[in-house]
């Protein structure tokens, strides 16, 4: 990877590194942090008789495996939704994705679209929570409301949202990139998965808005 392309940003005291692949590389903790997925949805969409090319899926995982290549992490935090619906027959990649870093720790903190049981992500020696506290990170799946925010002396990862910024070119047009999005006590992580939408999010002054290119993360004044 183009050692511009990503963006080393220090947050209390950790090293995180921005990826354009939109994950984190968290360096003290060797550990990738990646946030909607959405493995199955493809094959979702495909049982619904929607037109989607076959290779998405096996795309997002091949990505995966290139950032597990790159960083040698130790372990991968899944901020929720790593699959998108019941099972189907994407489920067998992950089954042959996974066999090939068996000695990878991998985390899934459950979102509201991880419905496959629990026995089956045992069975890939996954394991499985509601949150995570590491250091002083509290890893999520859904944003913490301002209320519970305000309770807690941890700094929140979470996804959920899908967060996107939108740009405005000088000849007014506009696009909406993903994000990675840093509050004072709260980040938002991009979906990782490619066959995800994005919404714009509104930013106050005390954030921190780093927008993913195609190749490239990007700081946001």
């Not at 066999?99 to 629990?118: A, E, M, T, V, W």
């Not at 999520?140 to 925010?149: D, I, K, Q, S, V």
């Not at 000849?171 to 919404?199: D, E, H």
């Amino acid at each position: 990877m183009n050692a511009n392309a990503a963006v080393a940003f220090n947050l209390l005291g950790n090293d995180l590194l921005l990826l354009p692949q939109k994950a984190i590389y968290w360096k003290q903790e060797k550990a990738l942090l990646a946030a909607d997925v959405h493995l199955g949805k493809v094959g979702h969409f495909r049982k619904a008789g929607i037109a989607v090319p076959r290779d998405m899926e096996q795309s997002d995982l091949a990505i995966l495996s290139d950032l597990i290549h790159e960083h040698q992490p130790e372990k991968i935090i899944f901020l929720g939704d790593l699959f998108h619906s019941d099972m189907n027959t994407d489920w067998d990649w992950f089954i042959l994705w996974r066999s090939q870093f068996p000695r990878l720790q991998i985390i899934l903190i459950k979102g509201n679209h991880d419905i496959i049981n629990d026995s089956y992500y045992h069975q890939l020696n996954i394991d499985l929570c509601d949150e995570l506290l590491i250091g002083p990170f509290l890893m999520l799946h859904h944003p913490l409301t301002p209320t519970a925010l305000q309770q807690t002396k941890a700094y929140a990862f979470c996804g959920h949202i899908h967060p996107g910024v939108s740009l405005v070119g000088r000849g007014r047009q506009q696009i909406t990139l993903p994000c990675f999005a840093f509050g004072q006590k709260q980040a938002i992580l991009p979906s990782f998965g490619k066959f995800t939408g994005r919404v714009a999010i509104r930013s106050i002054k005390t954030d921190k808005i780093f927008a993913v290119t195609k190749d490239k993360v990007l700081a946001i004044d």
